[in-house]
């Protein structure tokens, strides 16, 4: 980390000796016409991550944790993509995704909707690697929440059913209240995570089409690594740290109540 506030501010090619630039890393990468598109799908990704990634698990905790049988199995199933490297899960999401023979458009097909160009398309492409890792990280989200709730006394949902509570209103009424602080350190750690997404644009899309799914993480890649620009990669690196700094020391001070609980 101090390295790399170091290279922020120096031209650096790893071979000669670094050059002080002052703030010229900074300029280089502002005025780059994928810097705003890149913090703008940055914070897209996320917030379409919330909406999706962060509802998700915690509905299908919901779900699991109300059945009476098959709990280890399914329990199992949701944490099976978990298991998988990072990298074939999103290969295999590319078969998916593919507008020919993909999974996807022959779905699509059976119930005679038109095929998607699910990542050519700047409609549809951001929205397709949210899809991907919301499948990928589905299982960890779950199984955390599915623990916090089975910590919560059975004598409360006793008590509102026989008042009449529906599994709506035992929801709202006992769930979300008991596990309220587990949910905000989740959703802290979930926009820690997804701001730093990489590896879904760099395999499936490489940023595109028209920079809709260049993001700062892979932004930076390009920076350091294609075009050679260490202290611009780096640049952008310390943004981004900061950014997440703020977020970190929040879900800190969280966690800490939490412990004090």
Do not use: C
Request: overall charge negative; hydrophobic content about 55%; proline content about 5%.
């Amino acid at each position: 980390m101090v390295r790399e506030v170091v290279l922020s501010f120096q031209e650096n090619n790893f071979v000669d000796p670094g050059k002080w630039v002052g703030l010229d890393n900074f300029r280089t990468v502002i005025e780059d016409p994928a810097f705003r598109a890149a913090w703008l799908n940055t914070a897209a990704f996320s917030g379409l991550a919330l909406v999706i990634g962060y509802a998700v698990p915690f509905v299908l905790a919901v779900v699991l944790n109300e059945l009476r049988h098959a709990k280890a199995y399914l329990r199992f199933v949701v944490y099976l993509p978990v298991m998988l490297p990072p990298a074939v899960a999103v290969l295999l999401f590319k078969w998916f995704y593919d507008p020919g023979s993909g999974l996807f458009n022959q779905a699509l097909g059976a119930v005679n909707l038109p095929p998607l160009s699910w990542l050519d398309s700047t409609g549809t492409a951001l929205i397709s690697l949210v899809i991907v890792s919301t499948w990928m990280n589905l299982g960890t989200g779950t199984l955390i929440y599915l623990a916090a709730l089975q910590s919560i006394p059975g004598d409360l949902y006793e008590s509102a059913e026989l008042d009449g509570a529906g599994l709506l209103k035992r929801v709202w009424h006992v769930t979300i209240p008991q596990t309220k602080l587990i949910l905000l350190v989740m959703l802290l750690l979930q926009i820690v995570a997804t701001m730093q997404v990489f590896i879904e644009p760099y395999l499936l899309t490489g940023g595109g089409p028209e920079n809709a799914t260049v993001t700062v993480a892979y932004l930076m890649y390009q920076y350091a690594f294609n075009f050679g620009d260490f202290g611009g990669g780096s640049a952008l690196g310390l943004m981004l740290m900061i950014v997440l700094l703020v977020f970190s020391t929040i879900y800190l001070r969280v966690s800490r109540e939490e412990e004090a609980r």
